[in-house]
């Protein structure tokens, strides 16, 4: 099989707080982004040489809801340990806290931050399984 690029891509109700949450503190980066395309603002964001990127987007006079259950997920593999603290003092210092995990898998080597709009993200200090 070809290696496979993804793009994961959900609405949003504010892409100002998608930047500040995402690229400020998680430190992803803006790849792309658009305005007004068919009623819709979005960025795209990522790395660089990263096979995968986040695409938020915006639809004009629409409001989304919440994430439907606390078991929607983005889980980042940091295998180095340093690395990992970093990227978990850096959520902190932006002001978000670590917040209990839903399952209790993610809390053995990891720590888990919620979005504005509920949606979490896990910095989990453990290599990709293959």
Excluded at 55 to 69: M, N, S, W, Y
Excluded at 74 to 88: G, H, K, M, N, T
Excluded at 91 to 99: A, E, L
Aim: net charge negative; aromatic share 14%.
């Amino acid at each position: 099989m070809t290696a496979q690029s993804v793009r994961i891509s959900r609405a949003t109700n504010d892409l100002d707080q998608v930047l500040r949450f995402y690229v400020d503190a998680l430190e992803l980066e803006v790849l792309g982004s658009f305005t007004d395309h068919a009623g819709f603002d979005g960025v795209i964001l990522g790395r660089r040489g990263d096979p995968f990127h986040f695409e938020f987007t915006h639809q004009r006079a629409l409001t989304v809801g919440r994430a439907p259950t606390k078991e929607n997920l983005f889980v980042f593999y940091l295998p180095d340990e340093r690395e990992w603290a970093e990227r978990v003092q850096r959520m902190i210092q932006k002001g978000f806290q670590p917040v209990a995990t839903y399952n209790p898998y993610w809390e053995r080597k990891g720590k888990t931050f919620e979005d504005f709009e509920g949606y979490r993200v896990v910095l989990l200090n453990e290599g990709w399984m293959p």
